[in-house]
């Protein structure tokens, strides 16, 4: 049962996902967490809307949010 990404509301994801798939991005600050806000990554570096997306499709199944650590 695999997520559909289109259905993220998350303003980060779309503003990566809509920048043009070579763009990088910087994603120091943020991670991936999953519904129990549990951190699953933490960004490294910059990456682009490609990686990011082929990554969460590759991992992982249940729902999914990108937060800025504080």
């Given at each position: 049962?695999?997520?559909?990404?289109?259905k993220h509301?998350?303003?980060?994801?779309?503003?990566i996902?809509?920048?043009?798939?070579?763009?990088?991005?910087?994603?120091?600050?943020?991670?991936?967490?999953?519904?129990?806000?549990?951190?699953?990554?933490?960004?490294?570096?910059?990456?682009t809307?490609k990686?990011?997306?082929?990554?969460?499709?590759?991992?992982?199944?249940?729902?999914?949010?990108?937060?800025?650590?504080?």
């Amino acid at each position: 049962m695999k997520k559909k990404l289109s259905k993220h509301k998350n303003s980060l994801f779309s503003r990566i996902k809509t920048s043009g798939e070579q763009k990088k991005v910087n994603m120091n600050k943020y991670a991936i967490v999953d519904s129990k806000g549990k951190i699953i990554e933490k960004f490294r570096n910059k990456i682009t809307a490609k990686t990011l997306i082929v990554n969460l499709k590759r991992e992982y199944y249940e729902e999914l949010k990108i937060v800025k650590l504080e």
